[in-house]
């Protein structure tokens, strides 16, 4: 591939960005407030859910703990944005150089997205694939059903599924 360094680095951010975003998602958010209750300091953890302010009542001996995971929280978020402003980068000179090859990118992005669900949710997108796919009277065939199926269990990567599907089509 002409652009190999490139793929390579944005293949490179693309995975380090959704491994982030799955980290991220497993910490607390809001933040640390104080309420003074008949002259005693109470901490809180405050976030927004659903439009409502939620207030959680934090045990001091969690405390340090939950003040960790919201830097971490932090320090995380300014590691996306950074990232992400990589990668608008790589993608303007691609779309710049060569469409192609910029297409490519944009595929291994969205693949990647797949690729980072759980297990779970990989079977219920299956499911729906299929219950679409079957009202549109368009069966996928029998090595796309299997490679889909690979993915499923995390043994096949989404992305290899999606273009030998566009090659059995002559899409790609």
Known sequence: MMYQDVYNEYSFLIKEKTSLQVKLS????GYISTKTIANKKYEYLQYRENGKLVSEFIKKENLSDIKVELDERVEITKKINDIAIRLNKIEAAADILDSTFYRTLITLRRCEVMDS?????RIKSLKFTNAMTALEGIPANE??????YDWTQGNYSF????????????LV
């Open 117 to 121: 669900l759980p297990q779970d949710d």
């Open 159 to 170: 992305q290899k599924s999606f273009l030998n599907t566009l090659r059995t089509y002559n």
């Open 143 to 148: 090595e796309t059903d299997k490679s889909l």
């Open 26 to 29: 497993q910490l607390k958010k």
